[in-house]
């Protein structure tokens, strides 16, 4: 299995690039943070740890310094991926690098909109460019994969606002995205769909909430939070898409790692199967409060 793991720095896509790693594939870890550079995220994680962690599952992590706005460095990615293996399996977009950008339950005339406009470049342009380049590898196939990383289902975010208009309007873009691969690869036999992880435990969030991974029960925020999940578990989810055959069916669809992990029998790290989406959405009964541990 040949795959890109477009955004693969850190949080779900490095999550996913692992997990690809472990079922054995080559996996092009793909993002501007490395070593000698870091990106305006400003975060310590780079694209060659990811690498490094894709080889120790078992598969070959190869990390490709690339700017995804940048139609000619993704262009020559595609010629690498070519020239290398000429094809590709698996690709996988979850270019984000905006957590900077905006700002909760703000109104647009009160948002800085040149960072409005940059976010939604990073979320939605950066994913186009990329398939743009490296679909044509793919289609020379039967059977290949687009995933697109997003944040909550359509069916979540059809009836709710997500807070912010920029933000709302890149993850409802990149589930549309999913959809879109989906009937683009139709008729070469591939598939394309979206997956959303849960209340992820990344880098960033467990660095927000003061806790690292050992001790993140105690971060004092919303209830939901115990309901969270690490990288691992949408990436495991990935993973057993990747490589079922029969993956078509789920062809044009918006989905949970949740959904993936019921679907495929799949559990998080710790042997727990989170179900956050399911406690943000199942009715309550007046005056009484869900248990989070009845989610996991």
């Known amino acids: 299995m040949i795959a890109v793991v477009a955004g693969a720095t850190r949080g779900t896509g490095r999550g996913i690039a692992v997990a690809l790693g472990a079922a054995g594939a080559t996996v092009y870890c793909t993002g501007r943070s490395t070593r000698r550079q870091r990106s305006e995220m400003n975060r310590p994680e780079t694209i060659e740890e990811t690498a490094e962690l894709v080889t120790a599952a078992g598969g070959t992590g190869i990390p490709v310094q690339v700017d995804h706005l940048d139609p000619a460095q993704v262009e020559a990615l595609a010629e690498r991926v070519?020239?290398?293996?000429?094809?590709?399996?698996?690709?996988?977009?979850?270019?984000?690098?905006?957590?900077?950008?905006?700002?909760?339950?703000?109104?647009?005339?009160?948002?800085?909109?040149?960072?409005?406009?940059?976010?939604?470049?990073?979320?939605?342009?950066?994913?186009?460019?990329?398939?743009g380049h490296l679909l044509p590898l793919m289609i020379r196939?039967?059977?290949g994969l687009v995933v697109e990383v997003t944040d909550g289902t359509w069916a979540f975010n059809e009836t709710r606002y997500r807070d912010n208009v920029y933000y709302d309007l890149a993850k409802v873009s990149v589930n549309r995205?999913?959809?879109?691969?989906?009937?683009?690869?139709?008729?070469?036999?591939?598939?394309?769909?979206?997956?959303?992880?849960?209340?992820?435990?990344?880098?960033?969030?467990?660095?927000?909430?003061?806790?690292?991974?050992?001790?993140?029960?105690?971060?004092?925020?919303?209830?939901?939070?115990?309901?969270?999940?690490?990288?691992?578990?949408?990436?495991?989810?990935?993973?057993?898409?990747?490589?079922?055959?029969?993956?078509?069916?789920?062809?044009g669809r918006s989905v949970s790692s949740e959904e993936l992990a019921e679907a495929y029998g799949l559990t998080d790290v710790d042997g727990s199967r989170p179900r956050v989406w399911s406690f943000l959405t199942e009715p309550r009964e007046p005056g009484k409060e869900l248990d989070p541990a009845d989610y996991r």
Do not use: C
């Open 82 to 131: 070519d020239r290398a293996h000429g094809r590709l399996d698996v690709l996988v977009n979850d270019v984000w690098g905006s957590d900077h950008l905006w700002d909760w339950e703000t109104p647009v005339w009160k948002h800085d909109m040149e960072k409005g406009f940059r976010l939604l470049r990073l979320a939605i342009d950066t994913h186009v460019i990329t398939s």
């Open 141 to 143: 196939n039967e059977g």
């Open 177 to 251: 995205l999913g959809f879109a691969w989906a009937n683009e690869l139709r008729p070469y036999g591939g598939t394309g769909v979206a997956v959303t992880p849960g209340f992820l435990r990344s880098e960033a969030m467990l660095d927000n909430f003061g806790v690292t991974e050992d001790n993140w029960r105690e971060a004092k925020v919303d209830p939901a939070w115990q309901v969270s999940e690490t990288p691992a578990y949408v990436g495991r989810g990935v993973a057993a898409l990747a490589t079922d055959p029969d993956r078509q069916r789920w062809s």
